[in-house]
């Protein structure tokens, strides 16, 4: 049976990891490539990666960093930030991500996710969609870290993404983001509804149950995390025995059997 | 020991190198098929469509070079992923049939035209079953039923004759989840992602002795 993932989402900004709330106020959390170790030996389900402002800045991703990060990482990495086309995806998976995570080009080039799944396969292609709700109850996309309103409602994007051969939606409620209040459980399940291909929910994760809501209630087949993880005691490996304690399917570790 | 990374244009070759080296093995990643003389070892590695896949190793003269190696000087062969589709008679990916490898007789085709009605594709961590419990393979050594592999695919493979399924998956429907034929094998899960149960396995591929 297909396990739930737990992952943890690492946001990284010039030369370290920050977190912010409701994309915003960003508070450094050290840097990137001693947390990618301590996660890779606590063994992780699955790594994000995000360079925030390579968007914004336009700036190129980052491969030298990339090939660093993944030279420790033995579970799944996707990395994101700054993707604009093809000849990029290929460095970065040659870097060592396992997956790409696009976001803000989609919108200018939606044919970019097509041309990607076509040439690397869907598995290796995640978009990522931040969401605002609106005051009219409209779910609303965003580019270039939520700073950029983008005229199309989730479920439509969402739906138009998985067209274009998205292998994984990553879904952030940007209200949602770093407050630890939950994740906006109508929204994942807006999504969850309108694709076929498994979708992570972020955005908002405070405690365990919040993941158990986002999985059993939304029918999320991810829950990724961030400030959980760096500013509380709870880790990824309390998530999951907390998960399986309430029916999740969730991996366990390998143990080597005796005598081998 | 040399093991050979097929580098064709597809796939993360980083990880699988670095996982071998953890290892104790001398990982080359090689862009000729001469190269291949040298190695003791062979990974056919990929990310991406089996149609552009066979596309870059015909072109390039792999697809002789492989087959010398290993049907007629029996090198070990271990393709990973679509690395493991490829090994196929056939793959249907993009469609109309494009002739693989042929080294394990079976065709590759979608997870969906396979029966599955789950969310494709099927990412995650997935349980292995081995297909034969009173002789399980040489590759599964050390590793119990139930042990949690990464996978990432939509396209599975079929094989022909049950004696090639090494062990399947349970998504919905059993998934092919490493195949084998002599000294060829394949994973659909990445071991070089799988951390201590993938590195298990990929020693176990090392560890091979001739048979």
């Not at chain 1, 994101?80 to 060592?96: D, E």
């Not at chain 1, 274009?164 to 770093?178: H, P, Y």
């Not at chain 2, 592999?149 to 998504?171: E, I, M, N």
Request: hydrophobic letters at 40%.
């Amino acid at each position: 049976m297909l396990k739930v993932r737990v992952i943890p989402t690492l946001l990284w900004k010039d030369f370290g990891l920050v977190k912010g709330v409701g994309f915003d106020s960003w508070r450094r959390v050290g840097p990137v490539l001693p947390a990618v170790k301590v996660y890779n030996t606590r063994d992780v389900d699955e790594l994000v990666l995000v360079d925030i402002m390579a968007s914004q800045e336009s700036n190129e991703p980052d491969c030298g960093s990339v090939l660093d990060f993944a030279e420790e990482c033995f579970v799944p990495l996707t990395v994101g930030g700054g993707i604009t086309n093809i000849v990029q995806i290929q460095r970065l998976l040659r870097s060592g991500a396992d997956k790409i995570c696009i976001n803000s080009a989609a919108y200018a080039d939606p044919g970019l996710i097509e041309s990607a799944a076509k040439r690397f396969g869907s598995q290796c292609v995640m978009v990522s969609i931040d969401v605002r709700r609106m005051a009219d109850g409209r779910y609303l996309c965003f580019s270039h870290s939520g700073t950029r309103e983008q005229a199309c409602t989730v479920e439509d994007w969402a739906r138009r993404m998985q067209d274009q051969g998205a292998g994984e939606i990553l879904v952030t409620s940007i209200e949602r983001d770093g407050t630890m209040q939950g994740y906006d459980l109508e929204l994942i399940e807006k999504v969850v509804n309108v694709v076929n291909v498994p979708v992570i929910a972020s955005g908002g994760a405070g405690n365990y149950e919040h993941m158990r809501q986002a999985i059993q209630s939304a029918g999320a087949s991810a829950v990724a995390a961030a400030s959980i993880f760096h500013f509380t005691e709870q880790t990824p490996a309390g998530a999951k025995k907390a998960l399986a304690a309430a029916g999740v399917p969730v991996r366990q570790n390998y143990c080597p059997p005796a005598g081998h | 020991m040399i093991v050979s990374i097929v580098d064709y244009g597809m796939g993360n070759l980083a990880s699988v190198q670095r996982a071998l080296l953890e290892l104790g093995a001398t990982p080359v990643v090689i862009d000729a098929p001469e190269q291949l003389r040298e190695s003791d070892r062979i990974i056919l590695p990929g990310v991406g469509s089996f149609g552009d896949a066979m596309d870059l190793l015909q072109g390039r003269g792999w697809v002789d070079a492989i087959h010398d190696q290993v049907l007629q000087h029996g090198k070990p062969l271990l393709g990973i992923c679509l690395g493991m589709q490829l090994l196929a008679q056939s793959g249907n990916e993009g469609g109309g049939d494009t002739p693989g490898l042929g080294l394990i007789p079976g065709e590759v085709i979608h997870l969906s035209e396979l029966g599955c009605t789950l969310r494709v594709p099927h990412v995650g961590w997935n349980a292995i079953t081995s297909a034969s419990q009173l002789q399980p393979s040489p590759l599964l050594a050390g590793i119990p039923d139930g042990t949690d592999f990464y996978f990432v695919h939509s396209y599975a493979f079929r094989t022909q004759q049950s004696l090639h399924l090494l062990a399947s998956t349970d998504y919905g429907i059993p998934v092919a989840a490493a195949v084998g034929s002599g000294l060829v094998f394949g994973a659909q899960f990445h071991p070089e992602k799988s951390s201590r149960a993938g590195f298990r396995l990929l020693k176990n591929f090392l560890e091979l002795t001739s048979c």
